[in-house]
């Protein structure tokens, strides 16, 4: 069974376009993540929920949205993609509060802006 | 806010060697700190980790240690095999800051048969 799920896989686009990015996780976690991976493979966050609660939100273009409709769905919308926005994001999940701090990834959406 | 370096960038260890990273970490209020691997290609997955009441924890044959004093922790391993190879990311996650985690910009270690 996957714990935390993401899709597309690969995404590959033009500048100016729009595009969405799914995750779901199946461990109960009530905090859900997003990162980006640049290609220096530098981890950094992006945002976080809480349940369903947005909790971090670091400093990113204000052309990233993220939206959760329940506690185990994270989803991630880019508009106006630029060529800058090209990496790998990945969601992750973690217990949160007194249930633990470890943060599980999903398996990267490799997005390519030509 | 919280700042994690991590050292050296690059380690290559004959397999059999023993491997050594070492993080250091701005913030004294971080409480939490886990090592990643990510093999080429795949996610990042929690190896080990630590908690700050504790300075020591291992793992088969990896292990972290903590010095709070001096803000830095360690990851170890021995008897290092091939399938060791990839990028090893430290992280400190500081209390009260929403389970935010500070990843160091990772180690790429290669083990050479």
């Known amino acids: 069974d996957t714990a935390v799920s993401q899709t597309p896989k690969y995404l590959v686009t033009q500048m100016g376009n729009d595009k969405s990015i799914k995750c779901e996780q199946n461990l109960g976690h009530d905090t859900m993540y997003w990162y980006k991976q640049d290609s220096k493979k530098f981890l950094k966050i992006m945002f976080s929920y809480n349940n369903k609660e947005l909790i971090i939100n670091e400093t990113v273009p204000n052309r990233f949205s993220p939206k959760s409709p329940d506690k185990a769905h994270l989803n991630l919308h880019i508009n106006s993609l630029e060529l800058g926005d090209s990496a790998v994001y990945f969601c992750?999940?973690?217990?949160?509060?007194?249930?633990?701090?470890?943060?599980?990834f999903g398996p990267g959406t490799r997005l390519t802006v030509t | 806010g919280e700042n994690v370096e991590q050292h050296p960038s690059t380690l290559s260890v004959q397999e059999g060697d023993s491997a050594v990273i070492k993080c250091t970490y701005s913030?004294?209020?971080?409480?939490?700190f886990p090592w990643y691997k990510q093999e080429l290609g795949k996610r990042p997955q929690l190896i080990i980790d630590?908690?700050?009441?504790?300075g020591e924890k291992k793992d088969q044959r990896i292990a972290v240690t903590l010095n709070k004093t001096a803000k830095h922790f360690s990851l170890h391993i021995t008897e290092t095999q091939p399938e060791d190879s990839a990028v090893y990311f430290c992280a400190a996650l500081r209390r009260g800051s929403n389970y935010k985690l500070t990843f160091g910009k990772g180690t790429l270690l290669t083990v050479n048969p």
């Open positions: 992750a999940s973690s217990p949160g509060g007194g249930a633990g701090y470890e943060q599980y």
């Open positions: 630590i908690r700050s009441n504790v």
């Open positions: 913030d004294s209020a971080s409480n939490y």
